[in-house]
């Protein structure tokens, strides 16, 4: 088992900047995909990004490329989501989520889920 738990959300206004932080335990870490999905009020999920094991590759949305970077510390246990330029349509639950593998991240088929946290970007 893997519990995941995140933090970092909060309230920021357009053009701001928020830092998610993801920390995981139960199962060595650095086996893990890890990655990050949201989803927004009447809205389906949307993958957001997502890194491997080893933190050398990484994917992101269309949405969201060139604003968010995702980062890992196998040392802490953690990945990281880094915000900036946030835009109102970023409002949403953010979730970490975790798998053995990246295509099982990036297709929410992973088998760990956090709670969620969430982000609300005013206009």
């Avoid at 893997?2 to 959300?9: F, H, K, T």
């Avoid at 650095?30 to 993958?47: D, I, N, T, V």
């Amino acid at each position: 088992q893997v519990q995941l738990v995140e933090s970092g959300g909060g309230l920021v206004q357009a053009g701001g900047s928020l830092r998610l932080s993801c920390a995981a335990s139960g199962r060595t870490f650095s086996s893990l995909a890890m990655g990050w999905f949201r989803q927004a009020p009447g809205k389906e999920g949307e993958f957001v990004s997502a890194i491997s094991w080893s933190g050398t590759s990484k994917y992101y949305a269309d949405s969201v490329q060139g604003r968010f970077t995702i980062s890992r510390d196998n040392a802490k246990n953690t990945v990281d989501l880094q915000m900036n330029s946030l835009k109102p349509e970023d409002t949403a639950v953010y979730y970490c989520a975790a798998g053995d593998t990246t295509r099982e991240v990036t297709s929410a088929s992973g088998d760990y889920w956090g709670q969620g946290t969430q982000v609300t970007v005013s206009s």
